[in-house]
């Protein structure tokens, strides 16, 4: 067996009486980028909360850096090197952009509570660091110019960029993305394709849940397929561009969607 920075072995989800995700495994290489694609309702979502520890597996294990998340809090994964981001986004409005990225320093920070209150020199110096960096990140995922807009003032392309400059301020071994490319337009989605590479160049994984093809295919070293909660395949974007079961979940979807189509119009 292959084994990388991410391990993830057998995992079944089940709600009540419905199996949303049965016997998953794949795993994830430093700084290797892996998609994981397939039809609306496949499980993906489920297996990225799974793996970042919002929903407990059924069954199975998952393994980062050789370490057992079975026993892992939350509040621990990125002091581990684990960020995400989420479909649905997790902000604050009433931050700046540059606020909101400084929240993400929170596992790299030292000083109390004491020391902040009271504005020591450590306190200071972190808290520089932090107002820095944090600009560096809005630089480096191209939004430095809004730093200072509220975060509730921003276009939904905007914040999902934010989003990401938050969870790279833990420097992270391995980044989850939910999704990231909703709400960009075509130009904005090349820019962000760019910028996985130099995360990827930075030696940072990258564990990517999107339904842009043309994004997965351009970014992706490999692909891992769901569908009906179960992977149907796995391999390099080309390998499973021709995989006759990727061929037909899709197909089998885009049927659906032509079927409903004429029954909305024949009502």
Known sequence: MTHGILQVEEITMDFGGVRAVNH??????AGE???LIGPNGAGKSTVLNMISGVLTPTSGAISFANQALAQ??????APLGITRTF??????????VLENVMVGFHSKTRAGLVSCGLKFGAARKEEKY?????????EFVGIHALENQL???????????????RALAAEPKLLLLDEPAAGL??????????MFEHIRAQGTAILLV????DMVMNVAERIVVLDQGEKIAEGTPHEVQENPKVIAAYLGQEEEAEEAQVMAGGV
């Open 24 to 29: 998953v495994s794949f795993h994830v290489k």
């Open 185 to 194: 337009n075509h130009s904005e989605t090349a820019e962000m394709t760019k």
């Open 210 to 213: 999107e339904h842009d093809m």
């Open 151 to 165: 975060a509730g003032s921003l276009s939904y392309g905007k914040l999902r960029l934010m989003e990401i400059a």
């Open 87 to 96: 479909q649905n986004l997790q902000t604050f409005d009433d931050m700046t």
């Open 130 to 138: 932090m107002h820095d960096r944090a600009k560096e990140l809005l």
């Open 33 to 35: 980028v892996v998609a």
């Open 72 to 77: 892992v809090q939350g509040c621990d994964y």
